[in-house]
């Protein structure tokens, strides 16, 4: 089964789809990652700032993050391989890791929920 790491720098939160200013590529990504999520894939985001312990026990991090500094983040990791340093995955790149459309990635996700005007009593 296919694995995907996606190691962020950091941002205000885990998406960095947030704030004032929101980058639509951050968008798309976070999209992307919460479409397949739901399909089941195998997917993981890790930022610097909330999870410092990922990028320091992962040797092929470290030595990206030594060599280059914390600008050359984002990397990608596929099967546990670096597949991309210093940019996101097309939806494309996605598309061809889990063998999915790309065009399915481009749903924005939909949250949906129910309240009970009753049990507000």
Known sequence: MMKVEIFDPAMCCSTGVCGP?????????ASAVYTLEKKGFDIQRYQLTNDPDKFANNDDINQVLHEKGPDALPVILVNDQ???VGSYPTNEEFGEWFEVKPEELNEKPKVRFSIDLNQLK
């Open 21 to 29: 200013s929101i980058d639509p590529e951050l968008t798309r990504v």
């Open 82 to 84: 670096i597949a991309k």
